[in-house]
């Protein structure tokens, strides 16, 4: 194929909305740049603002990243990029960015800062990292990381000797719903990219999963592809989300009952035969005692717990029933909700093998074949002496750890003093709940580091902040792409990084240095690691780098097949609807409804979520993205409004049961909201100075937290049970 000026602008023309070259093969960056005449670089990479990893092609003009495009090659992004995506090169040029590293003059809080040069940065944390860990030991040194950035800090704190790394991801995030999934089949349906055959399924249950807000690029596709193929769409939500507003059903259900609703659907599913028999009997283990679990669930019951009409209830059941198997009970993605979090992702994770969808199309498939061998460049960590504080008392805390069981060792100095906190990448007042426990670990602390790229309310508390440069100005590691099939895909710089920031590899291995630890660092730079790690893989790192994501073959196998059947992990190698794992611990082996706590009158459930246009507080500084959306609102309903004398953008506070209130917050008066709740988008209310677009705009949910209730398998902080009034501004 002939790639002339001529031919390229024909290709660009069949490209629709906007999308790069979405229909016709993208020919690779140095091919794009001659057909234009070499007046810009194309740079293919992979986007950061958020941790979807979507390919990216970065257009570059005299040294300046001047557009990003979705690259069609990639499947995370299939030529199409969300608007954060787009708004990358307003992370890379916010006049706000962290420039220089800094050491802390004043009290924490106070803002006060000196510039240092990195070399004195590094021997300060060194020189402190090392006194804790003669004092205290090198357990008693923490991480707290999300991102990319992670991996490289990890590092740090395993030579060091630490084993006490966790990430929000695991605690306040995904971790319930991933075991509950590894404890039925011996594996999640993925954490980056959930497995999610949306585009072939016929029904589609969404329990608050906010597709069309939480705009994870690839599943949003695939949602709108199962609309216009028909696909029926149940929304089980207290609020009229964008989701439920293409829905076919919305079901606005009492919080807290879903594993109500979920067990009352399992029973009319087996009474009723619309389970799948062969499938049960040749991949399921416990159907005889799950069948008898759930005869108390009964519709009749479920229509007055969940404050459902028990049509609905008994409906729902039979589309799911009846398209079998080709549909899904979609598993969520935030899921730390009432603390009894786990047994709900049990009995989302057990009514789909009931209905035969893991590995079924329309489904969840399976995971793709094949399995890259690992690259070791590093001599073996030292054993920690004494057992980690991440994993707690809670017999299936993950490997990635429980942030809020370091916070409270933290405080109390138990099973022994926590006295550094490295945090890279996580804004952990926004992150965990009851922000002022937070503090209070953060005062016991002798060092706090920050590597971040903005100035968050968290950098800005810390004794040392660290610049790390964006994502469009380092490379990071080779990623294994999972989708139907394996590919590679990689980070590379579009421009050299600005001010003084420096990718997080360079900034972990120049901190090993520092503590005598240059065993544990790189050698070389990260994309010579990086070319190692793709020659042992058998891919042409150069070729890669050109199209920036390239294919496994042969490892698509998405379907149960004669030839490519399912694998479980578990110990009687079926599905587990009877979690032997969980009886041995006292569990409940099968998910079993307790009531949770309900709001007291006069008062709501604080319900939070996602803008399409905001990733958590990462991006509320972002000039493009933060005019598109400067503040969240509070949404109330229109009834309890009324009774409140409260009109559409009036300014309001949220005030908690504790007597915690917000920032004022304009009202969102609105039928789309049950009236026992409120909600309000996730990521405002920064009160750090030097983030001057987001400074006090909105208000902060998270501050509202202070009560949260921990789930007794994983450990994770549920943190929906939080209640509020809602006050009028004098």
Known sequence: MSFSRRNFLKYAALSASGSLLAETPFFGARARAMAEGGKARYV??????????????????????????????????????????????????????????????????????????????????????????????????????????????????????????????????????????????????????????????????????????????????EFAAAISNGARIIAVDPRFSTAAGKASMWLPIKPGTDLALLLSWTNIIIKEGWYDREYVARYTNGFKELSEAVKQYTPEWAARETELPMHDIVEAARALGKNAPNVMVHPGRHFSWHGNDTQRGRAMAILNAILGTWGRRGGIWLAPKGKLARLEDRPAYPEPKRDAVVYGDYPFAGGEGLTNTVREATISGKPYPIKAWLVTGTNLLKTMPDERRTRKAIDQLDLLVSVDVMPTDMVMLADVILPECSYLERHDGLYNITTKESGIALRQPAVEPLYQSKPAWWIGNRLCRSLKLDAYGVKGTWEDRMRRQASLWGIDYNELADKGYISIPGSAAPYITPTNPPVFKTDSKKIELYSSELDDEDFDPIPRYKAIEQPPAGQYRLLYGRTPVHTFTRTVNNQWLWELYKENQVWVNAREAARLQISNGDLVRVVNQDGVESDPVRARVTERIRPDCVYMVHGFGQHSPAMTRAYNRGADDQHLITRYTVDPITGVTGMRVNFVKIVREA
Not at 47 to 74: Q, R, S, T, Y
Not at 117 to 125: C, E, G, K, L, N
Not at 206 to 221: A, C, I, K, V, Y
Request: proline share 5%; with cysteine; hydrophobic share 35%.
């Open 44 to 221: 293919p990479t992979t986007c950061e603002m958020c941790f979807w990893k979507c390919g990216v092609i970065a257009k570059v003009v005299d040294g300046k990243v001047v557009k990003l495009e979705g690259n069609p090659l990639h499947p995370q992004s299939r030529g199409k990029l969300c608007a954060r995506g787009q708004a990358g090169m307003g992370l890379l040029y916010d006049k706000d960015r962290l420039k220089v590293p800094m050491i802390r003059s004043g009290a924490r809080g106070e803002n006060r800062y000196k510039q240092a040069s990195w070399d004195a940065a590094f021997d300060y944390v060194a020189e402190k990292l090392t006194a804790i860990k003669e004092k205290y030991g090198p357990e008693s040194i923490a991480l707290f990381a999300h991102g990319s950035p992670g991996t490289y800090f990890a590092n740090v704190a395993r030579a060091i000797g630490s084993p006490n790394i966790s990430y929000p991801s695991f605690s306040q995030c995904l971790g319930a719903r991933n075991v509950a999934w590894e404890l039925t089949y011996g594996e999640g349906p993925q954490s980056t990219c959930e497995r999610t055959d949306m585009a072939n399924s016929r029904v589609i249950v969404l329990f608050g999963t906010h597709l069309g807000e939480n705009m994870h690029n690839t599943q949003n596709q």
